[in-house]
């Protein structure tokens, strides 16, 4: 895909998704607007800012009628990479990442392990994972962003623990050729494990365990490993905007994501809130675990995609599916 063709589908994702933000505003408020923002996370994510942007607006006044040229100026991603193209076509401003704390990040997730009721595999950590009586369901890192993550996590538990980059590739080309369910997408993943009961420990992200437990029917269990990836949800200004006098309710949307308001909003939402005194509200929901940064062994998600997901990239090099995983992944996408 090249420029011209991703600036053009970030567009018509954007005015979606500012269609959407506007008409449940519109809907709640009679005529009142709201900055647009674009959302390419998960459903927690989503549920995070649509709510978040209706509290915004019930308490800042602007909103009675900012111009059109603050409209659409505030975006919102779940990966870095994609801001990271944004930035490179010009979209948004090159040091996004310094326009906010924390990275412009203002929630994360991070991935975890579900285990069944009990815990009778007696799953700790990743190097349980590896373990020939432990059948694992993971995504698979080449087609969506829960099973990037999964990797990543993999593969920094390694060099975390003092491994070599030759180390954390053996690991992790271990963990997914030993896997019960190395699933295409994340929804087959829920459905093999939650639904089908295939394998012993499914990998996810932190926020999307309420939803695999409904989906479950409860009887699951979380084990936080010793160490994981921090998956941080970013947000950019439009660079037009970005410098100049005009951000007015764009910036103050964005900054409002910071306060505790918002960050309690996101807790509810089960994201990881920045600011410590919410955080420590939610301590038992939100278990304490040691993060690393994507940027500590890869770089940047961009690079990470790169080099280790692109095709004949190192994920590629390490694993090729068995016929008994292309049999498991048939099994669950014909039953679901």
């Known amino acids: 895909m090249d420029g011209a063709e991703v600036y053009g589908m970030t567009q018509r994702v954007w005015l979606k998704g500012l269609a959407g933000v506007a008409a449940l505003l519109l809907s709640s408020w009679g005529g009142a607007q709201v900055v647009g923002s674009v959302n390419g996370s998960a459903a927690a994510a989503r549920a995070f800012y649509s ?31 994609n801001l990271q193209k944004l930035a490179e076509l010009g979209v948004v401003a090159a040091n996004w990442e310094q326009q906010f ?62 491994g070599s980059d030759a180390q954390a590739a053996d690991f992790v080309g271990t963990l997914y050729r030993q896997a019960a369910v190395v699933a295409k997408v994340e929804r087959e993943a829920v459905n093999a494990f939650a639904r089908a009961g295939m394998g012993d420990v499914l990998v996810a992200f ?18 936080y490993p010793s ?35 918002a960050q309690e909003i996101a807790a509810r939402h089960h994201l990881r809130p920045r600011s410590a005194a919410v955080l420590a509200r939610h301590a038992d929901q939100f278990k304490p675990i040691e993060m690393f940064g994507v940027a500590k062994y890869f770089g940047s998600l961009e690079r990470a995609q790169k080099l280790h997901f692109a095709n004949g990239g190192e994920f590629d090099r390490i694993y090729r599916p068995t016929p008994a995983q292309l049999a498991a992944g048939e099994q669950v996408r014909a039953a679901f």
């Not at 915004?56 to 990479?81: H, K, M, N, W, Y």
């Not at 990275?103 to 020939?132: C, I, K, M, Y």
């Not at 900054?255 to 505790?260: H, N, R």
Request: hydrophobic share 40%; net charge negative; glycine share 8%.
């Open 227 to 261: 160490v994981s990836v921090a998956a941080e949800n970013t947000v950019a200004m439009a660079a037009h905007v970005a410098g100049t006098a005009l951000p007015g309710v764009t910036r103050a949307w964005l900054e409002y994501l910071y306060t505790d308001e």
């Open 101 to 162: 704390p924390h990275d412009a990040a203002p929630t994360l997730s991070t991935v975890v392990f579900l285990v069944r009721q009990g815990d009778p595999r007696a799953v700790r950590d990743w190097s349980d994972l590896v373990r020939q009586d432990v059948g694992v369901v993971i995504a698979n890192p080449k087609s969506c962003n829960n099973g990037r993550y999964a990797y990543m996590g993999a593969w920094g538990s390694v060099r975390e623990n003092g």
């Open 206 to 223: 932190e926020s999307d365990v309420p939803a695999i437990e409904q989906v479950a029917g409860g009887a699951l269990e979380v084990v």
């Open 51 to 81: 709510d978040a942007g209706v509290a915004f607006a019930r308490r800042d006044v602007r909103l009675a009628g900012p111009s059109q040229a603050e409209l659409s100026q505030g975006i919102s991603f779940s990966t870095t990479t």
